[in-house]
């Protein structure tokens, strides 16, 4: 059984470009969330797509968004990029709600902003 | 404002040892806690999960226990081999949100 693909794992772009990163959950499992990862903040959750839906959102600014597909797979999406928004950023799938079950995460995308 | 804490943020210890990892929480009213591991640049993998009704888990040699009216868990390892050297991360759930520690940074002695 394949496990949770990110897409592309390295990148880098330059302060006011944007960026879409891309995840396929394992087969079967209806909900992706992703999550921002640096030395200093640790691991924090940015969203979770469940059924194409949107269901909760951390504390990230609107630059910050997302979408999933009838197919499960998700994108994220940053606009205007600065400085601060390079991290490793991960996605996760679950078979069920975020809050119900177990987490499955991919190797991550990892994005310089220069 | 749910908090998670995970202390020492490193840990080395000889090969062989049995070892605990600790989390702790500020608010008991969570869904359930589970425990990663990460390894360098890598995403994370699940260990074990803990639901709020449970008070522990176990999984080969690791065991995991919550006690929710302290706001603790603890991942216990035995055993300890080199290739558990990682970062150990515990995340609490709670409200459709998921909070992490910042983890604890494991290296095993050969």
């Known amino acids: 059984k394949a496990g949770v693909t990110q897409t592309p794992r390295y990148l880098i772009k330059t302060r006011g470009q944007q960026v879409t990163l891309s995840c396929s959950p394992i087969?079967?499992?209806?909900?992706v969330s992703w999550y921002q990862q640096t030395p200093g903040q640790g691991l924090q959750f940015l969203f979770e797509y469940f059924s194409e839906t949107q269901r909760n959102k951390g504390n990230f600014p609107g630059r910050f968004s997302g979408r999933q597909f009838s197919n499960s797979r998700s994108e994220m999406n940053v606009s205007t990029l600065e400085l601060g928004d390079s991290a490793l950023y991960l996605c996760?799938?679950?078979?069920?709600?975020?809050?119900?079950?177990?987490?499955?995460f991919g190797e991550g995308s990892r994005l310089t902003v220069l | 404002k749910q908090e998670v804490t995970q202390i020492p943020a490193a840990l080395s210890v000889p090969e062989g040892e049995n070892l605990v990892l600790n989390c702790s929480f500020t608010?008991?009213?969570?869904?359930?806690l589970q425990w990663f591991r990460q390894d360098p640049g890598k995403g994370l993998t699940s260990l074990l999960l803990i639901q709020s009704s449970q008070r522990e888990q176990t999984s080969g040699r690791l065991n995991a226990s919550l006690d929710k009216s302290s706001g603790r868990s603890t991942l216990y390892i035995a055993a300890s081999q080199p290739g558990d050297s990682a970062t150990y991360l515990c995340a609490v759930n709670r409200d459709d949100k998921i909070i992490f520690g910042k983890g604890t940074r494991l290296h095993i002695l050969p």
């Open positions: 087969s079967g499992h209806r909900s």
């Open positions: 996760a799938s679950s078979p069920a709600l975020l809050n119900t079950g177990e987490l499955f």
């Open positions: 608010d008991s009213a969570i869904y359930n």
